[in-house]
């Protein structure tokens, strides 16, 4: 048996939260994408993650960079990267952004309304913009065309006022939204930045860049690159003077990170715990609430009989819950201080909460838990690298949980016991 030493006495937060990160996941998928759309260079979204080592990853493996802000291009200019493989691609930016942008030789830049042709040709007249057109994004769990994309209909005046503002217009952008589980919207959004490339002729434009954005998945990359491949055929059957890119963020890394948060807390709901005499419950107590629970509600009924509270929350790594629509479930990494976790166990209905004082923090509202699973035991989380750690915060005081790196087979259970191990020693 392997005894966690979970004490750590002295030590405060010895039991802190982190994430493993596996590099080699993001090479992997960096592979997986030349084999699947060989034709089409990837500017890795850094919003997703910014983590230092993957950006370092990536800038060795020749993948280029999307930024959406200045301190975005400083990170990745930092490293070493030519500004020429950057692109900033927000449409609308702080005008101070964009004379830095200038400053910095980063060129190419998307807009989608008149007000950035002004401030571009104010301050960067000699970039290189990319019209960011509105796609169908119903298709996605993050609608990103509420915000941004000019409707086909207003990309002639668009492209008319840059023409007499003297600036140069080189293609055309799209973003099917984030998490987008149809990869037919693909195919539609191709069709469209046809379109939008007839109009640049129309305009006066010669157009030799098409951007297909963001909103791959991991799960339905092979019929995306497939679906993406023969619209592309399809709409720019000749293009031998298009360059093609695109904007990938979570499908680089949202496997490859996983996390582990500690159990510090446990109680009875508080519908059970008007019936129980004390404020922490004992073990019998929850286990006789959870035979209750069980006993009198149908499956479908079926609520939580115990609370855990963990040490990160979606003010913290789960965040992704509330802006990126996630639904994190957690596994068991130990159980009653050991890493052995029989495969066969009797579960309860249990809900996850974070550590802060606010009750949004809920992590998973209903889960089956072992039913001695107790304050110390660790739990959990797979698919935690994308749209986590860059948007966590510290509210509470509670720290943004700590990367621990690793090359493997995964972030898997076994690696995350490993790192564990390695961190309780
Ligand atoms: N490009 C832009 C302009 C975005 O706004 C985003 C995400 O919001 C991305 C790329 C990355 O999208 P994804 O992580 O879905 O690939």
């Known amino acids: 048996m392997n005894a966690l030493h979970l004490s750590a006495d002295g030590e405060p937060d010895a039991e802190k939260a982190f994430f493993v990160a596996d590099l080699s996941i993001v090479y992997k998928q960096h592979e997986r994408w030349k084999k699947l759309l060989p034709e089409i260079e990837p500017f890795y979204a850094v919003k997703c993650n910014p983590d230092p080592y993957i950006l370092r990853l990536l800038a060795a493996l020749g993948a280029s960079f999307d930024c959406a802000s200045n301190n975005e291009i400083k990170q990745v200019l930092d490293i070493g990267v030519n500004p020429a493989r950057i692109i900033f691609a927000n449409p609308c930016k702080a005008t101070s952004f964009i004379r830095s942008a200038a400053r910095a030789g980063v060129d190419a830049m998307t807009f989608d309304n008149t007000d950035e042709l002004h401030k571009i040709a104010r301050t960067h007249p000699g970039a290189k913009l990319i019209v960011r057109i509105l796609t169908d994004d119903s298709k996605s769990l993050c609608r990103l065309g509420l915000k941004f994309g000019a409707p086909l209909v207003t990309v002639p005046a668009l492209l008319a006022k840059a023409q007499e503002l003297k600036l140069d217009v080189i293609g055309v952008s799209f973003h099917v939204g984030s998490g987008c589980y149809d990869p037919s919207a693909f195919a539609e959004a191709v069709a469209r930045a046809r379109a939008a490339f007839d109009m640049g002729r129309e305009a006066g434009y010669e157009f030799s860049l098409l951007d297909v954005g963001g909103g791959f998945e991991d799960a339905t990359f092979e019929t995306t690159a497939k679906v993406l491949t023969d619209a592309i055929d399809r709409h720019f059957p000749v293009r031998d003077r298009i360059r093609i890119i695109a904007e990938p963020g979570r499908y680089y890394v949202s496997k490859a990170f996983s996390l582990a948060a500690n159990i510090i807390a446990r109680r009875a709901p508080p519908a059970h715990e008007q019936t129980s005499a004390t404020s922490s419950p004992s073990d019998a107590e929850i286990a006789a609430v959870a035979v209750a629970a069980a006993d009198a509600a149908v499956v479908e009924q079926e609520q939580p009989s115990v609370m855990y509270y963990i040490n990160d929350g979606v003010y913290g790594a789960f965040n992704c819950i509330l802006f990126d629509h996630q639904s994190p479930q957690p596994y068991v990494l130990s159980l009653n201080g050991s890493f052995h976790v029989p495969a066969s ?40 690298g994308a749209y986590t750690v860059c948007a966590a915060s510290q ?25 564990l191990r390695a961190y309780e020693v």
């Open 345 to 384: 166990i009797p579960l309860r209905a249990a809900s996850v909460w974070g550590p802060t004082c606010d009750s949004l923090d809920c992590v998973c509202s209903m889960v089956k838990l072992p039913a001695t699973l107790e304050v110390g035991d660790w739990l959990g989380f797979e698919n935690m």
């Open 395 to 419: 509210f509470n005081g509670f720290e943004v949980s700590k990367v621990i790196y690793t090359t493997g087979a995964g972030p898997g259970a076994a690696e995350v016991r490993e790192a």
